[in-house]
């Protein structure tokens, strides 16, 4: 699987590595209302991979999800070169990262690499960017050079 660095590739050790860690992750998850638990693991350019899960709340719009979670941690350590993530799900398919955590992800690696899995094992691999095309950027700010 070719990831963001156009010279690196995933190979079927690090998939199921990042696959793994995003399952462990996945059992952290506090989801008293949906019960509905997600794992997310990023891999970063330094070879870290940092975990997230979802986050719920009673108040539903301070909820956070695994993938969110993941990329702050990340952020917080000084990370900001992302490689790829997978997300697992206990769902009938594979998990798949909300439009706000696509647009989330996006700011910081537009191209990313996605592996979405369920636990029963069905995979799905894309790219971020064809998850959400045209996505909104920093591009969108450059007013004064269109001028």
Do not use: H
């Amino acid at each position: 699987m070719q990831v963001a660095d156009k010279n690196f590739y995933l190979d079927e050790e690090q998939i199921q590595r990042l696959l793994e860690e995003a399952k462990k992750a996945r059992l952290l998850a506090y989801a008293p209302y949906s019960s509905y638990q997600v794992g997310a693991a990023l891999l970063t350019k330094g070879g870290r991979v940092y975990g997230g899960c979802n986050i719920e709340n009673a108040s539903y719009g301070a909820a956070i999800c695994a993938e969110r979670v993941a990329v702050a941690r990340a952020i917080a350590e000084g990370e900001t070169d992302f490689v790829a993530m997978a997300v697992v799900a206990d769902s009938p398919e594979p998990g798949s990262p909300c439009g706000i955590c696509r647009q989330f992800l996006a700011e910081f690696a537009p191209e990313l690499p996605l592996i979405m899995a369920n636990l029963d094992g069905k995979v799905r691999q894309g790219s971020l960017e064809a998850y959400l095309p045209y996505a909104f950027n920093k591009d969108y700010f450059r007013a004064e050079e269109a001028k």
